[in-house]
């Protein structure tokens, strides 16, 4: 007879509840094989020996006859990191097997879930056997099977499988996504972190495109992992057509290498490598690119009409301790025009090369770099000598010996942790130096300017600043001020044609300066119109006038935009080489804005007046800096902004700056971007006025538009369009078509470029990118000029 004991459970119970019962069943039932595994030790083997079993169920099944337990009803087992749940578990004590049954799912330590309505597994949850299940990973990809079999704990073999990547967990399981490679076979090997697939196919909407014998490719776990990487194509006039074939090393868990080898139908093969290193302290990078041209003369009158062309960059950052690091980033070329030509590290006008050690705490601030550049623009052959009589005319057409080598910059920052007379103390240094071979000059209607002097220019500035806020009982708010900056100028070898140079070797000049700003800002609150902050403010700096005006290098300051944005700073100029000088006092209103269910506005206007002194912006540098900038008159221009954003998708900005006499426009830019259903837009439109003295004799205007239509759930058309208003030109168009979720994306666009000088023929490019996740990205472009 079969003798067969029932109980039914109520709630969760420990293993040592099943083993409690086992105790007290028959001496016959229990004397059949007293060395027969127990639920536990099944469980336990190769496992955590202190790993505690939870069982929950609706009742517990036990046939001594043939020595089975089954769990019934609702079962939930968790053990050492599995948790299974199905209709029915049973366990074979003689052969050390659990079998589950009906609405089987099985979630691993890694996160991986196992769903299949039937399960075989060995004692240790390593090995066994479905038919009919799906795998879904925490790499949200995808695995299905009519049947599978995991040996060892780490290889599963897929019988006509599937393998794809799903978004969203709702996702139909037997809906054909939207690709998947499909199988006669998948072998997933969980040591080597590879999946092999014999007889496959690659498939788009159930329809295949491509028929695989075999292939592999690292699982989704895989950062890093030796082999063929997706290759990319390439087109170009010069260059011809070619396929970029990259083989990656992973050489240890802490250093790799890239090998590219892309074949020129037009040039030979160009060959790129990267080294990458990852140390105890930081890590390192070396790239290199050359090759030997096979038709130099395709690139005739440019310098990439030469044989042997290459590239070389590495890149370095180490920690000294947790406030200092230095690093580098050292670039060199073998002409100008390579980068550009073979799209190699991006498409910049110049290569920087610089080495730095920086440190920081919450209080300091250190760093040291030098700099060098490489340009990797043509000279012009039309450069001419000033007193050739042009309205415009560069001097000079070497451009690369007009860059500067710098050597070094130093900048430091200090704030004193205590108050210093209730208020905030700081200090900064700054020392530059550098060396130019040949002054970079132009001359405008005869006048010549000068970006940078040749010689060696070094300079040393420091600056002392103390403020300190008090706020009186009815809200008004002052902060009173003061700075001093001192600066030591050692010049060498300065360029004699530039007249207004001092000859002295050694300058030193100094600016003191005190100040108070005020601020009294009015709060209106309304239940129906929301809250609204007006700010009046008045700042009036003293100080004496600015020392030495263009009788020294402008290096550092060469830049200066007047708006909203520096309206309130005590020195307008971007850096060291100019000082603000004279008594000047910057005066506006700001408003801020929410309003209950229409959004919020940010807006201010204002504008300076010169009080006493020379004024700094309308004395003449090397650069003319400041001239044309709408500070050179007494009473400057009037600066503003506003910004409005609805809380519903759609945002408006402006900032403008407005003549002091007739309020014509002499700068602005206004934008616009928002989403609204299926559409996303941005519009800007720019309006920049002549700057004769730096020899821009013509306003500027420009509008830039871009948009993206998403046509169906995930697909959008998208454009750009960047255009001339003053010549009637478009400068840049792009128009493309994309499809994007979260385990494929594709995208082909088709741009123009006519931002090049005129006379140049027009750069159009065609991009198609298409990417497959875990599986990696490829991409098409081709270049020709018309």
Do not use: C
């Not at 309304?526 to 600015?546: C, D, K, T």
């Not at 801020?592 to 010169?610: C, L, Y």
């Not at 014509?664 to 800007?684: F, H, I, N, Y």
């Amino acid at each position: 007879m079969t003798s067969r004991y029932k109980l039914a459970l109520r709630a969760s119970i420990s293993v040592f509840a099943v083993l409690a019962v086992l105790a007290s069943a028959p001496d016959h039932a229990r004397a059949q094989d007293s060395d027969a595994p127990t639920l536990e030790n099944v469980l336990s083997r190769n496992a955590d020996p202190n790993a505690q079993m939870l069982l929950e169920a609706t009742e517990l099944e036990y046939n001594f006859d043939k020595d089975v337990v089954s769990a019934v009803g609702n079962v939930q087992i968790y053990y050492n990191g599995n948790a299974l749940e199905a209709d029915r578990v049973t366990l074979d004590r003689k052969n050390a097997k659990l079998f589950a049954l009906g609405n089987v799912r099985l979630t691993e330590p890694s996160g991986n879930v196992i769903v299949t309505d039937s399960l075989e597994l060995s004692d240790d949850f390593r090995d066994g056997f479905a038919r009919q299940l799906r795998i879904e990973t925490v790499q949200r990809t995808r695995f299905t099977a009519e049947s599978a079999e995991r040996v060892d704990g780490e290889t599963t073999t897929f019988n006509n499988g599937i393998y794809t990547v799903y978004t969203k967990p709702t996702n139909p399981p037997d809906k054909p996504p939207l690709w998947r490679i499909k199988a006669t076979k998948i072998v997933h090997k969980e040591k080597e972190r590879t999946i092999y697939y014999e007889g496959a196919k690659l498939e788009f909407w159930g329809v295949p495109i491509a028929y695989l014998p075999f292939m592999s490719h690292p699982d989704p776990t895989v950062r890093r992992k030796s082999g063929f990487l997706t290759p990319t194509t390439v087109y170009d006039d010069k260059i011809g057509v070619g396929v970029s074939i990259p083989y990656h090393w992973v050489l240890g868990p802490d250093r790799d290498l890239t090998f590219t080898a892309t074949p020129l139908s037009k040039q030979g093969v160009l060959l790129e490598s990267e080294w990458r290193h990852q140390l105890e302290t930081g890590k390192y990078s070396i790239k290199l690119a050359g090759l030997h041209q096979q038709n130099p003369e395709n690139f005739s009158g440019s310098s990439g009409d030469i044989q042997w062309r290459g590239f070389v960059n590495t890149t370095g950052e180490f920690k000294l301790n947790s406030r200092w690091k230095w690093g580098w980033d050292l670039s060199r070329v073998s002409d100008r025009a390579f980068v550009k030509d073979y799209k190699v590290d991006g498409d910049s006008d110049s290569l920087t090369s610089t080495i730095y050690l920086t440190g920081q705490s919450e209080r300091n601030y250190f760093d040291i770099r030098a700099y060098s550049f490489q340009v990797t623009q043509e000279d012009d052959p039309d450069a001419t000598d000033p007193n050739a009589g042009a309205p415009f005319s560069p001097v000079g057409s070497n451009l690369q010996s007009k860059q500067p080598i710098v050597h070094p910059v130093v900048d430091y920052n200090y704030i004193w942790a205590d108050p210093v007379v209730g208020g905030e103390l700081s200090f900064a240094g700054n020392l530059t130096s550098l060396t130019r071979d040949e002054t970079d000059a132009f001359a405008y209607n005869g006048i010549r300017r000068f970006r940078g002097v040749e010689g060696t220019f070094t300079r040393t500035s420091l600056k002392s600043q103390w403020r300190r806020t008090l706020i009186d009982p009815i809200g008004q708010m002052f902060t009173p001020f003061a700075y001093v900056k001192a600066d030591l100028y050692f010049l060498q070898s300065a360029d004699k044609n530039v007249s207004t140079l001092t000859d002295d070797a050694f300058v030193a000049r100094a600016m003191p300066a005190v100040g108070i700003d005020y601020r009294y800002p009015f709060l209106i609150s309304s239940s129906s119109f929301g809250r609204h902050v007006i700010e009046p403010i008045a700042q009036v700096i003293v100080r004496p006038s600015e020392q030495r005006i263009g009788e020294l290098p402008n290096d550092d300051a060469q830049s200066l935009v007047f708006d909203d944005t520096n309206l309130f700073q005590w020195d307008k100029f971007s850096g060291y080489d100019r000082n603000e000088g004279g008594t000047r006092a910057n005066v506006g209103f700001q408003y801020n804005g929410q309003f209950r269910g229409f959004g919020s506005v940010n807006a201010m206007i204002g504008r300076s007046f010169h009080l006493a002194g020379t004024n700094s912006y309308a004395e003449s540098d090397v650069l003319a800096t400041g001239t044309n900038s709408g500070l050179e008159s007494g009473d400057s221009d009037y600066v503003s902004r506003v910004y409005f954003d609805t809380n519903l998708g759609m945002r408006f900005g402006a900032r403008a700056r407005f003549d002091n006499h007739d309020f014509a426009v002499r700068r602005a830019e206004v934008q616009a971007s928002g989403t609204s259903g299926p559409v996303t837009a941005t519009l800007a439109y720019a309006f920049l006025g002549a700057k004769p003295a730096q020899g821009i004799d013509s306003d500027r205007e420009e509008i830039l538009g871009a948009g993206s239509l998403r046509v169906l759930t995930n697909w959008r058309l998208f454009g750009s369009v960047r255009y001339d208003l003053r010549n009637s030109t478009t400068v840049r168009d792009v128009v493309g078509l994309g499809y994007d979720d979260e385990g494929f994306s594709a995208s082909l666009a088709y741009a123009e470029d006519r931002s090049r000088n005129d006379g140049n023929p027009v750069d159009k490019t065609i991009y198609l990118r298409i990417g497959l996740r875990t599986l990696g990205d490829t991409q098409v472009s081709t270049s020709a000029d018309r």
